[in-house]
């Protein structure tokens, strides 16, 4: 078994995520793209009205939407990810106070463990932007294939443990 490792004032096991995707999403039925583009200081990287066809798809929006995903590399430190995503937008709480009002809205991550015991943490500077935004936060966990394990095996990684 492997020691932990002290990195900065806390014990760290597993070491960090092999890579994460992060989104910014609005989605409510009177959402107006354009207008939420101008309170929200930024362009989305998708955005769909209610009854509009999904880009690229042949399902209709059950709801309007607004996302803005994260342009920095997927395989950077998911709070950093966040940082840069949230230097994207206004920080203008009365903003944030009228959109989690009337719409929902929320950070959403999408994590790619390469192995079965990896870490996320989020400094209090983070936690303290996102409550002053009033953004709830999900995580969508993406476990490894055992595909994904073999070959970590075959590159010379250490010996995957597979739980049923």
């Known amino acids: 078994m492997k020691r932990p490792r002290k990195a900065g004032s806390r014990v760290t096991v597993g070491g960090p995520l092999r890579e994460a995707a992060v989104s910014l999403r609005v989605f409510g039925d009177d959402l107006r793209p354009a207008d939420l583009s101008k309170r ?11 009854g509009e066809r999904l880009p690229g798809r042949r399902v209709t929006a059950r709801s309007g939407m607004w996302i803005l995903e994260s342009r920095t ?15 994207r937008v206004t ?9 989690t009002a009337r719409f929902s809205v929320d950070l959403y991550c999408g994590l790619f ?23 709830s936060i999900g995580f969508d966990l993406y476990a490894p294939t055992v595909q994904v394990l073999s070959a970590l095996t075959t590159l010379g990684k250490r010996q995957p443990r597979l739980i049923p």
């Open 113 to 135: 463990p390469s192995r079965e015991a990896q870490e996320v943490w989020f400094s209090p500077a983070l936690l303290t932007r996102l409550a002053a935004r009033q953004l």
């Open 91 to 99: 920080s203008d709480p009365r903003v944030w106070r009228k959109l």
């Open 40 to 50: 929200l200081g930024c362009r989305p990287t998708l955005t769909c009205g209610k």
């Open 73 to 87: 590399r997927r395989t950077l430190d998911l709070g950093k990810q966040i940082d840069a995503l949230l230097d």
